[in-house]
Every structure is written in structure tokens, then in C-alpha cells.
């Protein structure tokens, strides 16, 4: 029986858009394991192909970790040799480096691991893939596992995909009240979503124009769901987890939404959407992986690809000069109704 463990170690968005890879790696494999961080456990748990989930925070990946101790590394050795997997593949973001974790690995004794590294990884990595810059995420972690001999099986087109989930009983009226529009304000990083002013005023640019709809957001979004949802918007904020989130989205006619999770959640169940993307990381990269997609938001903005954090430009230039306009056109040509 063949093992293999996948790791991913950072946000819901990172370990969502491995999908493809995931299901590539369970076409060549008995059982997959998939080692990711507390916040990337949700969307684990949604992606087809996994037989278990490991959660592990690495302090190199999470602002919040704690520091790297020889206890928190012994635990993560002890549940690897207690897999005993046969190959690890690691997967991270272009910005990343993989040999922090391919060394845990190694003190594991995990025959073979390959990952994308342009680090000397020395013996570290029995695979040292190299993946040109500019493609799309998912292309890219998917390129590692075909590198590593593991092909999607037949019919599998390769998007993003997760598991179906049921709208829960309390959010079923949403789906029975005819079509709506979702708006999503929040993002984890600032510089990454449009100030709260402006995302009321979209809010109210597509109340106005006769849609119906519903703002959405995490717990820790509460307050900002609260501002958005102009009078006639239904707030769900705090009141989905990630997989029933995922539920609304998959009903709606399009979904609004910043370079966060719920945008590469949003084309992973097939919704139109609508991106507003901050330039500040490469949107050919990082744009959500869907066929229906536009994108909205200056890209030559001077915060370009600079990965900022909070916006470094007064007024926010980039998303809150998006214009009314050209979200109504947008949402309109996705096939939103009203």
C-alpha cells in the first residue's frame, strides 16, 4: 500500500487551490494525507481526495505561530513516522521555501520528498522542481505532482473542486427567494480589500440597480458585514463556516469578492465571479482559477507587486477606484439578474 502526505501549511485559499494536485497525488497513491496549518484546516476538509489531516503550525509560515521549539518539531516527526508515508510532496507559494519543512521530513525518515525550490536544498529533496514564473497557482502545484509521476485521472479537467455541502436549514431562504448577488468585503490582508465606505457604496450601486443581496464574512467580520450591508442587503456575517459558505455561493448568480479564500472557495463551486484584485501580488497568478471570472481593480496602480500589506497609497486607489459602473457591467455580463 502506497502512502503519500501533501502539505500545505498556510491559508484556506493556499490549500484550496491544490486541489487539482491533490486529486492527482490520489490517483497515484492507496492514501493520502494532507499536513496543513490551523488556518488552512477548513478548506482541507472540503478538498476531494484526502484520507486524513494533519494540523501542524510552522512557525516560518504563520505571523502568529509560536517559535520553533524541539518539542513543537518532535511532535510533527513523531505523527510523520506514524504514517510512514512513502513520498511528501510540499507545496508552497512562489515566495516560499520548502526546505524548512523538508528537513523535519528527513529527520522523520520519509524516503522521498519533492517540492518547487530554487534553494541549494542539498539532499534534502529527492525532487527539486522548477516551474516558470507567471502561471496560475493551481497549474503550478499541480506540475509538482505531475513531476512527481501522479496524473489526474480520466474525465478530471483540473479545476478547483471541493466537496458538495448542503445549504443549512437556517440559510435554505436565501436559495428560495429568487436570484441574488454575493459581496464579500472582508480579505486577511488589508491592502487586499476595499475600504468599507466603498464596499458599502457597491453594495448600494447593486441594490439600486435592483439585485438582491447578500454580504458575507467570517466571525472576526462582523462588524464589517455590518457596515456593508446597506438597508435591502440580507448580513450573513459570522454565520457560515467555510463549507456552508460554499453552499451560498454555489446558488448565487455571482459573487463579488477581494484576493481572499472565498474567491478561489467562489470558483471552486462553479460561481461566476466577480474579482476585485489589488496588484500588489501577480494576478496571473493568483486571479481566481474559474471559467468565469472578471477582474476589476487598476493592476499598474503603484503598489504593484509589492506585497503589502496596508495599502501604501492614499485612497486606496486601486479597489476604491472602482467605479460603479464598471461593477454593475461586470456583474451584468456574469449573468447576474435583477
Not at 2 to 25: C, H, K, N
Not at 107 to 131: F, K, S
Request: overall charge negative.
Amino acid at each position: 500500500m502506497s502512502t503519500a502526505v501533501v502539505a500545505r501549511l498556510d491559508s484556506a485559499g493556499d490549500v484550496l487551490i491544490t486541489g487539482p494536485a491533490v486529486r492527482a497525488i490520489a490517483a497515484g497513491h492507496d492514501a493520502v494525507t494532507m499536513l496543513c496549518g490551523p488556518r488552512g484546516r477548513a478548506a482541507a476538509e472540503l478538498l476531494p481526495g484526502l484520507d486524513e489531516i494533519v494540523e501542524w503550525q510552522a512557525p516560518w509560515v504563520d505571523f502568529d505561530s509560536p517559535g520553533l521549539t524541539s518539542d513543537h518539531v518532535e511532535s510533527l516527526v513523531k505523527q510523520l513516522r506514524d504514517i510512514r508515508p512513502d513520498r511528501v510532496f510540499v507545496f508552497t507559494s512562489f515566495h516560499q521555501s520548502p526546505l524548512p519543512l523538508a528537513l523535519i521530513c528527513r529527520m522523520a525518515a520519509v524516503p522521498w520528498i519533492g517540492a518547487i525550490c530554487e534553494d541549494y536544498p542539498g539532499t534534502l529533496l529527492d525532487l527539486r522542481h522548477h516551474v516558470p514564473d507567471g502561471i496560475p497557482e493551481p497549474e503550478r502545484a499541480l506540475s509538482l505532482a505531475r513531476a512527481g509521476g501522479c496524473e489526474l485521472p480520466a474525465g478530471d479537467d483540473g479545476a478547483l473542486r471541493v466537496r458538495e455541502t448542503a445549504l443549512p436549514d437556517d440559510l435554505a431562504p436565501i436559495a428560495g427567494d429568487g436570484p441574488f448577488v454575493v459581496f464579500h468585503p472582508g480579505a486577511a490582508v488589508p491592502a487586499r480589500r476595499p475600504s468599507a465606505e466603498r464596499s458599502a457604496g457597491m453594495v448600494a450601486a447593486l441594490r439600486a440597480a435592483g439585485h438582491r443581496v447578500v454580504v458575507t464574512g467570517d466571525p472576526a467580520e462582523r462588524e464589517l458585514t455590518a457596515a456593508v450591508a446597506v438597508e435591502g442587503a440580507l448580513d450573513l456575517g459570522g454565520r457560515t463556516t467555510l463549507a456552508t459558505l460554499g453552499a451560498v455561493y454555489s446558488r448565487a448568480s455571482v459573487v463579488v469578492t477581494p484576493n481572499t479564500g472565498p474567491a478561489h472557495l467562489a470558483a471552486a463551486v462553479g460561481a461566476p465571479v466577480v474579482s476585485l484584485f489589488a496588484p500588489v501580488v501577480p494576478a496571473s497568478q493568483w486571479s481566481p482559477y474559474g471559467r468565469n471570472v472578471i477582474r476589476l481593480g487598476d493592476q499598474q496602480a503603484p503598489c504593484r507587486l509589492t506585497r503589502a500589506r496596508s495599502c501604501p497609497v492614499p485612497g486606496h486607489p486601486c479597489l476604491d477606484g472602482i467605479t460603479d459602473a464598471e461593477l454593475l457591467a461586470a456583474v451584468d455580463r456574469l449573468g447576474g439578474t435583477s
